[in-house]
T-cell receptor
Framework: GQQLNQSPQSMFIQEGEDVSMNCTSSSIFNTWLWYKQEPGEGPVLLIALYKAGELTSNGRLTAQFGITRKDSFLNISASIPSDVGIYFCAGQGDSNYQLIWGAGTKLIIKP | NAGVTQTPKFQVLKTGQSMTLQCAQDMNHNSMYWYRQDPGMGLRLIYYSASEGTTDKGEVPNGYNVSRLNKREFSLRLESAAPSQTSVYFC????????????FGPGTRLLVL
């Protein structure tokens, strides 16, 4: 079946640093979504991407839908303490109505 | 608007007991979903309901049943709980099933002893 590889698994960064994470798929997707989950909460949508090559920003967050339609990237600029959490990518293909989820990238900010 | 609400927040069950997890959304969404989340893994779809009156199996449906009671409510039932069903369960909804973002509830933490 379809698989999503999300990396890195975790990141330890200093406040103010930029962050990059990515997801790659074994098959083509038509939609890429990026979510953030904080402890004890459900995932919250950050950015949605619907077209290959699309680059979308939401404040300090920027995500791109890869040209091959098999990957997506999320960047966070100038990280702040409230950015901590787990970031998930999710993709949806053409023939399958289900979302396929990455395993998450845990972001930890060093004091 | 409350968005997606789930009850209960926490539950402890003994092996073999049954329970129903409740989910409701007030966004007039057509589609609803049940996921489970285990440590180190992404969300896995248990069942979904594309519209009122329909339900379909997801990736991990064994041991679960669902009911789409009306457009607002979608329940998940464990008939005979097993320790392997210890997990965090999330309900989500979307306006339509395809290419639409899903909105999540706060989750139900279930421990099966």
């Amino acid at each position: 079946g379809q698989q999503l590889n999300q990396s890195p698994q975790s990141m330890f960064i200093q406040e103010g640093e930029d962050v990059s994470m990515n997801c790659t798929s074994s098959s083509i997707f038509n939609t890429w979504l990026w979510y953030k989950q904080e402890p004890g909460e459900g995932p919250v949508l950050l950015i949605a991407l619907y077209k290959a090559g699309e680059l979308t920003s939401n404040g300090r967050l920027t995500a791109q839908f890869g040209i091959t339609r098999k990957d997506s990237f999320l960047n966070i600029s100038a990280s702040i303490p409230s950015d901590v959490g787990i970031y998930f990518c999710a993709g949806q293909g053409d023939s399958n109505y289900q979302l396929i989820w990455g395993a998450g990238t845990k972001l930890i900010i060093k004091p | 608007n409350a968005g997606v609400t789930q009850t209960p927040k926490f539950q402890v069950l003994k092996t073999g007991q049954s329970m129903t997890l409740q989910c409701a959304q007030d966004m007039n969404h057509n589609s609803m979903y049940w996921y489970r989340q285990d440590p180190g893994m992404g969300l896995r779809l248990i069942y979904y309901s594309a519209s009122e009156g329909t339900t379909d199996k997801g990736e991990v449906p064994n041991g679960y049943n669902v009911s789409r009671l009306n457009k607002r409510e979608f329940s998940l039932r464990l008939e005979s709980a097993a320790p392997s069903q210890t997990s965090v369960y999330f309900c989500a909804s979307s306006e339509r099933r395809r290419g639409q973002t899903q909105y999540f509830g706060p989750g139900t933490r279930l421990l099966v002893l």
